[in-house]
């Protein structure tokens, strides 16, 4: 596998259909995004920043991002532990606050709460471990300057299910 790898995205300001930029707060927030071979994304800001709610805007995308790493980190150790996963949750939040220091809005952490069901007669202690590694091996949780946390609860399957 190389060690470099390249991704790339196309994002166009839908929201200059609602008309151009005159102020701050008359202006769409909407855009696009367009990756190869994917469906488009639709977003916005955040409604903080007077955005649409119903539109995943990038402070979302960001958690959902880091949660996903973490999970995709996380199923593959197992798999390669020999660790039966039957069922995966995670309930992220971000926080984000304006750093007087900085004197810029920005993340100070990400909490990861993931909920893991493995098979009966696993060893739970290895699982609950492999979210530490996990978390040292996950891309996005390295490419960002702020804790992620996680507070993972790993449960073992009764021998009925």
């Not at 790339?8 to 071979?37: C, K, M, N």
């Not at 091996?137 to 993972?152: D, L």
């Amino acid at each position: 596998m190389s060690s470099t790898h390249r991704f790339a995205a196309h994002l166009e300001w839908t929201g200059a259909a609602s008309g151009p930029v005159r102020d701050y707060e008359g202006y769409s927030r909407e855009y696009r995004v367009d990756i190869e071979g994917k469906p488009s994304l639709r977003g916005s800001a955040a409604p903080p920043f007077r955005g649409s709610p119903e539109l995943h805007n990038p402070e979302d995308l960001l958690v959902a991002s880091l949660s996903a790493c973490h999970c995709l980190s996380y199923l593959a150790l197992c798999a390669r532990a020999g660790i039966v996963v039957l069922s995966y949750e995670d309930d992220a939040s971000g926080v984000m606050a304006f750093d007087r220091t900085a004197k810029v809005m920005k993340f100070s952490e990400v909490m990861l709460r993931p909920r893991v069901r493995i098979a009966a007669g696993a060893d739970v202690d290895k699982a609950r471990a492999l979210h530490e590694t996990a978390h040292h091996e996950c891309f996005i949780a390295n490419s960002v300057n702020f804790p992620v946390r996680n507070e993972p609860l790993v449960t073992l399957a009764t021998l009925e299910g």
